[in-house]
C-alpha cells in the first residue's frame, strides 16, 4: 500500500505526539519496484525550497518516491534526523530507527559505535546502535533506483580554518550576524518560546524582544535532580524584566519513566532530552512555531572548555586525547566499565572506542576551533538536536544559532579568542548592556545530600520493578547487567557513579530488547 505524501513540521508519534512517524519501503521484484509507506514527505523546517540547487536555510529533511527513483535531501547540519537502510534490492528511511527493524531483517549491533556511545553518551557521524541502520549525513543528497541502487553525497566539508579578525570583529560580527538570523525568522503569529537561565535562549528571547517579536509566553522546564532549580529562577527574572509572563512546568513522571520514553523515540541515540519532554509537549499543544538555542553552546561558548582549554595547551597525541575524552567528556566516562560483563567489555573496549574516536577527531583536525567543531558535529548534531527534531513533533523549531552567515562566522573565529571562554557573554553585554548585571543559571552548584540520594533510590527502585513485573528478560540481560548495577553502588564514589550509570543502564535494557524485537515500539 502507498500513502499520500506527509508534511511534518517535527517528527510524529513521541509522547502524545500527531502519530507514528513516516516511513518509506522499497523492494525490487520481478515486476518493478513495489512501495509501502509515505511516498513523499517533509519533516522541519525549511526556509526556502529544499529542492532548489542551494540548500536552503532551516532544519529539514525531505523526500520523494516518483515510482522510479528516489531522491532524498538534508539540511546543511543534518540536524533533522532521518535514517535508512540499504540492501541489494530493497531501502527504507525514516525519521524513527524503530520503523527500520521489520521481521526478519538484520539487527546486528554496531560494536564500534556501541564502544562510543556507553562512553560519551553520543554517537559520532552517521553511526547508529544498529550496523545496517545509518544516519542520514549532513548536506546530504541520496537517490535509490532499481537499476542503480543506492548513491549518496554529502556537502559536509572539513572545517575551514581561522579568520583573520581580532576579538572586536568577532564579537561584533557575532552580535550583528545574530540580529540578522532572527530577523529572517520572525514570527508570522503568537508563540511560546522556551527559556533556560543560560545564555543561547536569553539571546534569542532579548534579541526578539528587541525586534518587537516578544513571545507570549516564557516557558521553562525542571531538570532531575542534582539540578538546583536556577535555570527557572533565572529565567523567570529575566521574563519579569520585559515584562513578560513565565511559567515553569515541572515533570509528570519519575526520571525513570521519562528516560525509558525519551530513548526509543529519540531512536536510541542519545542519553540526553528526558527531563524536557513536558514542556516540549507543550509546545506542541500550545504553540505553531518556538526557537531553539541549539549550536550556541559548541559555537560560542562550549561547555566543555575548562577541558577544551586544558587539552589545548598539553597537545597530547590523536589517541591520547581520544582516550581523555573517553573518560572525562562523556555521560559515564571510565564509569562504563562498571556495566560491562567479559563479553560485552571485550566487544566494545576503550581501545575500539579510542580507534574509532580517533578517526572523527582527525576530520575536525584543521578546524579554527578543532575540539568546538567535533563537539558540534557529534553531540550537537546526534544528541542534543534530538529533543527539538525528535521529540517537539508538530512545532516549527527555528534555530537562528544556525544561520548560515552566523555559523560561517563562528567557525571561523580564531582558536584563543573560544578559549577564553567568554565570547558569548561579551556579545550579549555590549547587544544588552543593561542586562549584564545578571547570572547564568549555570553558575549556581548541583543539589547533594539527602533529596538527591531518595532520588536515585527511586530510579533503581522503579527500574528493578520494571524489570520484575513488566521486563522479565531484563533479569538476564545484558550478561548481568542489572546485578553489576547493584555493585556498582557499593564502595567509594558509589552516589555518583550510581547517577551516570542508571539511564545508561536502562538504555543496554532497552537496546537488547529491541533488538531482539521483544521491546515496547519494536517493530519485529
Request: charged share 20%; glycine share 10%.
Amino acid at each position: 500500500m502507498v500513502s499520500a505524501p506527509v508534511t511534518a513540521p517535527g517528527r510524529p508519534g513521541t509522547d502524545g505526539g500527531a502519530g507514528p512517524a513516516p516511513v518509506l519501503r522499497l523492494w525490487r521484484t520481478s515486476g518493478g519496484v513495489r512501495a509501502e509507506g509515505a511516498v513523499a514527505a517533509t519533516l522541519g523546517h525549511p526556509l526556502g525550497d529544499p529542492e532548489g540547487a542551494k540548500i536552503p536555510e532551516g532544519i529539514f529533511a525531505r523526500w520523494r518516491w516518483d515510482g522510479a527513483r528516489l531522491h532524498v535531501r538534508t539540511d546543511r547540519y543534518g540536524m533533522c534526523p532521518l535514517f535508512y537502510r540499504a540492501g541489494a534490492d530493497r531501502f527504507a528511511l525514516s525519521p524513527d530507527l524503530r520503523a527500520l527493524l521489520a521481521p526478519g531483517e538484520p539487527a546486528e549491533l554496531d560494536h564500534d559505535a556501541l564502544a562510543v556511545f556507553v562512553r560519551l553518551g553520543f554517537f559520532l557521524a552517521e553511526d547508529t546502535c544498529f550496523a545496517q541502520i545509518r544516519a542520514l549525513p549532513p548536506a546530504a543528497t541520496l537517490t535509490w533506483t532499481a537499476a542503480g541502487g543506492t548513491r549518496l553525497t554529502s556537502g559536509w566539508r572539513p572545517p575551514p580554518g581561522p579568520a583573520a579578525m581580532d576579538r572586536e570583529r568577532a564579537v561584533d560580527g557575532f552580535v550583528e550576524l545574530f540580529r540578522e538570523a532572527v530577523a529572517r525568522r520572525l514570527p508570522e503569529q503568537p508563540y511560546v518560546l522556551p527559556l533556560s537561565g543560560g545564555r543561547d535562549s536569553r539571546h534569542i528571547l532579548l534579541e526578539l524582544h528587541r525586534q518587537g517579536a516578544s513571545p507570549r509566553l516564557c516557558l521553562s522546564g525542571a531538570k532531575f535532580p542534582p539540578d538546583p532549580g536556577a535555570d527557572a529562577r533565572v529565567a523567570a527574572e529575566l521574563a519579569g524584566r520585559l515584562g513578560l509572563p513565565h511559567r515553569t512546568l515541572t515533570p509528570r513522571r519519575s526520571q525513570f519513566r521519562a528516560e525509558l520514553t525519551a530513548n526509543t523515540a529519540q531512536s536510541m541515540t542519545t542519553l540526553d532530552g528526558a527531563w524536557a519532554l513536558p514542556v516540549l509537549a507543550h509546545l506542541r499543544r500550545h504553540t505553531p512555531l518556538t526557537y531553539d538555542g541549539i549550536g550556541g553552546g559548541e559555537l560560542a561558548q562550549n561547555p566543555s572548555i575548562g577541558l577544551i582549554r586544558e587539552l589545548s595547551a598539553a597537545r597530547p597525541a590523536p589517541p591520547e586525547l581520544a582516550a581523555r575524552l573517553l573518560r572525562e567528556a562523556g555521560r559515564t566516562g571510565r564509569h562504563a566499565e562498571r556495566l560491562l560483563g567479559p563479553r560485552l567489555g571485550r566487544l566494545w573496549s576503550a581501545e575500539r572506542a579510542r580507534d574509532r574516536l580517533v578517526t572523527e577527531l582527525a576530520r575536525h583536525e584543521h578546524a579554527a576551533f578543532p575540539l568546538g567543531s567535533f563537539f558540534f558535529w557529534n553531540r550537537t548534531r546526534r544528541s542534543i538536536a534530538m529533543a527539538p527534531y525528535a521529540l517537539a513533533s508538530g512545532t516549527a523549531v527555528h534555530a537562528p544559532y544556525l544561520d548560515h552567515a552566523l555559523f560561517d562566522h563562528l567557525t571561523t573565529v580564531p582558536h584563543r579568542f573560544l578559549l577564553d571562554g567568554d565570547l558569548h557573554d561579551r556579545a550579549l553585554h555590549r547587544a544588552f548592556p543593561e542586562h549584564a548585571g545578571l547570572g547564568f543559571a549555570a553558575a549556581v552548584p548541583g543539589r547533594q545530600g539527602a533529596a538527591l540520594a531518595r532520588h536515585r533510590l527511586a530510579f533503581l527502585t522503579r527500574l528493578l520493578g520494571h524489570a520484575l513485573l513488566t521486563e522479565p528478560r531484563w533479569l538476564r540481560a545484558g550478561d548481568g547487567l542489572l546485578g553489576r548495577l547493584l555493585a556498582a553502588g557499593r564502595g567509594p564514589g558509589a552516589p555518583a557513579r550510581v547517577s551516570r550509570l542508571l539511564p545508561l543502564a536502562l538504555y543496554l535494557l532497552q537496546l537488547e530488547s529491541l533488538a531482539a524485537g521483544t521491546g515496547p515500539g519494536s517493530r519485529r
